[in-house]
């Protein structure tokens, strides 16, 4: 399904419906009550022993508006950073510094990704567009005994919104610069009787808008995208005791993969170099990137005397293609050491999940869940190699890889005394992967340590929490949570061997507090916490071999506080405020890697560009014991701010804005000063104009208001490549509630 036929299939969906009374308005002169899932029931954040942020409504709707994928989620919630260098088709996710850097298609990340209770493993998966999107909830530490694969960073849990017998929808429209069109719509669908449906859908738009001055260019011009998805649910709900929710979800994704800019980076500095444009590019090769992912599910509740009996079956299909110039420039220009085209894909791919849970429904003080969980993945990775000149394809690297798992998992709450409740989990969690490599074509293949590769871990984990309520307003919680990562593998490539990371282990330690205060105006949270990863899997990025490879460093360490507020001053004045302190550091005093530019030869007659690596070196390897982990700020910050001006007629203008802040980070393991990332500051305004009792919005927004441009991620080649944030956006949006 093309982009325009999903952009009209949103304005008649939403165009067809009655327009319905407006609902109750709220009370204005306190806070919302903010319910969560965090731990799979339906609870008031202030109760939950966890350091729990969600983003929904009206926030989530600004963040968004300028089409930007999921990344916009970036530091908009204390401790989270995602960032991609495959642009809108890999995001990848950190959680108080705990992640994961490796770009592979088979890699595994510790902060677990879910949508509608389904886990998305594969990294492709976790970037699915974000639209008609109840809540965003983001749950920091381990959280296996709940949730299912690899949680120990903690979670990022979407929620769609649900059918409903309303017959009620929205439209949206917003136009902006770089030709930007983005159409968004979803309604309830009339059914009769037991049965309801919703279908929402959502077409993101832009124009290249950057132009490649490279004499005779595969690729003229770049880093447009069209960007369709739809989701469709059906509800059918016979009784009290029982209901069924299926869902069918698409996405085409046709675009470009992240930008690589040959010598952004200003030599000796992590400034931008001299003269640096971001709208132009001088690069040979061929750039281009397509997703298409299907996926379905269907939950299950029975409600029996005395338990609830959930089941939960997924499935997930995507078939992705990345292609591009990776030394970012043309042969000839300056610290160009050699010339690389090369795309990744993956055919075959096939995710089937299913969750069988049993939740206690009876009151008293003790409640509990437990749960089975089994997961069964394949595919296979095609890396290609394409000839340089006529862009054709040269060599294939195929990897095939299935992973098996399955995990028993279960909690008990127990409510000591009216203000003491105390929890407990358990899990255990078998996983299995094979992998197997194949050549074909005329490239190196380097078979030094085998060509397949098999793992089978298993582990018990688990975690005890408290609560003590010490008055009305106020709750202190503390926290002890153990998470497991099964081992991981990389194939052989031209340059490396196969390699593999063994099994992680992290011990995590949490207080904190939460209150509402001043006749629930004023909501505030915060925890301190600290956490001990033994055996931590990481990746070696590129370096002086071109290499990337898997490896355990003995030990990480992180440790840190956070914040949450939001502070009603007066029922039209709304602020909110949420920041994170992050210390993390790698302790193992034996592990050292490639630096860049190490090559021993520099085509082309020009000299190579190192950079300037700041960790000792031993053998030829930097030495990274001490260093932060990569891409792990040690302060993020984020503030909006929303004023209400009520009119006479009922309608209402308003003014929003939102910043976040992030401090500087290093791209890799060692530390170098080109590869260590600028503190970034980012902005947004929105100005809107609300009539119709509420039914009818106009609004005009900036994105990176200040135009800051910063690079935020590099390639460890020896010319300094490096990737930049996106550039001011702005337009103006339209949307009617029906």
């Not at 992640?99 to 592979?104: A, E, I, P, Q, Y």
């Not at 011009?221 to 059918?236: F, H, N, P």
């Not at 408290?466 to 009305?472: C, H, L, Q, R």
């Not at 060692?670 to 980012?682: D, N, S």
């Amino acid at each position: 399904m093309n982009a325009p036929r999903l952009s009209l299939l949103a304005l008649a969906l939403s165009t067809a419906l009655p327009v319905l009374a407006q609902e109750a308005p709220k009370d204005r002169s306190q806070l919302d009550t903010v319910v969560i899932t965090a731990e799979r029931r339906a609870e008031n954040i202030q109760d939950v022993p966890n350091a729990v942020s969600k983003i929904s409504g009206e926030k989530l709707d600004v963040l968004a508006s300028g089409g930007q994928d999921l990344r916009f989620l970036s530091g908009r919630v204390p401790s989270l950073n995602i960032e991609s260098s495959f642009g809108r088709a890999f995001p990848r996710f950190y959680l108080r510094g705990y992640g994961n850097t490796d770009f592979r298609l088979n890699a595994s990340q510790p902060v677990s990704v879910i949508v509608d209770d389904v886990v998305q493993e594969n990294p492709i998966l976790k970037g699915f567009p974000i639209f008609d999107t109840a809540a965003v909830e983001v749950v920091a530490g381990p959280q296996g005994t709940l949730f299912g694969r690899n949680t120990p960073a903690g979670v990022v849990k979407f929620d769609s919104v649900k059918p409903s017998h309303k017959q009620d929808g929205y439209a949206s429209l917003t136009v902006g610069n770089y030709g930007t069109v983005n159409v968004e719509g979803a309604a309830n669908l009339p059914l009769s009787g037991d049965w309801a449906a919703r279908i929402s859908a959502q077409s993101q738009r832009r124009s290249d808008w950057v132009d490649n001055t490279a004499a005779n260019a595969a690729t003229p011009k770049t880093e447009g995208y069209r960007d369709s998805a739809v989701r469709a649910q059906v509800l059918y709900e016979p009784h009290q005791q029982f209901s069924a929710l299926a869902n069918v979800h698409f996405r085409d994704l046709n675009g470009s993969p992240r930008l690589f800019r040959a010598n952004a980076i200003k030599r000796g500095t992590n400034d931008l170099a001299d003269g640096f444009s971001t709208d132009t590019v001088a690069f040979n090769g061929v750039n281009e990137q397509t997703l298409k992912q299907t996926g379905g599910s269907l939950r299950l509740k029975w409600s029996l005397p005395g338990v609830n009996v959930y089941s939960i079956t997924g499935y997930e299909h995507v078939k992705p293609l990345s292609r591009g110039d990776i030394d970012g420039g043309v042969a000839g220009a300056p610290g160009i050491p050699f010339q690389s085209e090369t795309g990744s894909g993956m055919n075959g791919h096939r995710q089937l999940t299913q969750e069988v849970r049993l939740e206690s429904n009876t009151a008293g003080p003790l409640s509990w869940q437990a749960g089975v969980y089994a997961f069964d993945e394949k595919y296979t990775i095609d890396n290609i190699s394409y000839d340089t000149t006529t862009h054709v394809d040269v060599d294939h690297i195929y990897t095939a890889q299935t992973n098996k798992a399955w995990a028993a998992f279960g909690s008990l709450n127990y409510a000591v005394s009216p203000d003491l409740k105390l929890r407990a989990g358990l899990r255990y969690t078998k996983d299995k992967k094979d992998l197997s490599t194949t050549h074909a074509g005329s490239g190196g293949f380097n078979t030094s340590t085998g060509t397949s590769a098999h793992t089978d871990d298993g582990k018990w984990s688990g975690d005890l929490s408290a609560t003590y309520k010490i008055d009305a307003t106020t709750n202190l919680y503390a926290r002890y949570a153990n998470g497991f990562r099964a081992s991981s593998m990389q194939n052989a490539s031209a340059f490396a061997g196969q390699s593999q990371a063994g099994p992680e282990n992290v011990d995590s330690y949490e207080v904190g507090f939460k209150s509402e205060l001043l006749k629930r105006t004023l909501r505030l949270s915060g925890s301190l916490f600290t956490y001990t990863v033994k055996d931590l899997q990481l990746t070696a990025v590129g370096g002086s071999s071109n290499a990337t490879r898997l490896l355990n460093a003995r030990k990480a360490t992180g440790n840190g506080a956070e914040l949450n507020l939001e502070a009603l001053i007066t029922p039209d004045f709304l602020v909110t405020f949420g920041g994170s302190l992050n210390n993390t550091k790698i302790k193992d005093a034996a592990l050292g890697v490639p630096p860049g530019g190490s090559l021993n030869t520099a085509p082309f007659g020009q000299p190579k560009v190192y950079p300037t690596v700041l960790d000792p070196i031993v053998n030829g390897n930097a030495m990274v014991d001490g260093n932060a982990l990569p891409n792990a700020p040690k302060w993020t910050a984020n503030l909006t701010a929303r004023y209400s001006i009520p009119l006479a007629s009922g309608d209402e203008v308003y003014v929003y804005t939102d910043w976040a802040y992030r401090s500087k980070v290093n791209f890799f393991l060692y530390e170098a000063t080109e590869f260590t990332g600028k503190a970034v500051t980012e902005g947004g305004l929105r100005v809107g104009y609300i009539w119709g009792n509420g039914k009818y919005e106009a609004a005009g927004f900036v994105r990176n208001l200040t135009n800051q441009i910063r690079v935020t991620g590099a390639i460890d080649f020896n010319n300094l490549t490096g990737f930049i944030n996106e550039p001011r956006t702005y337009g103006v949006q339209l949307k009617a509630m029906f």
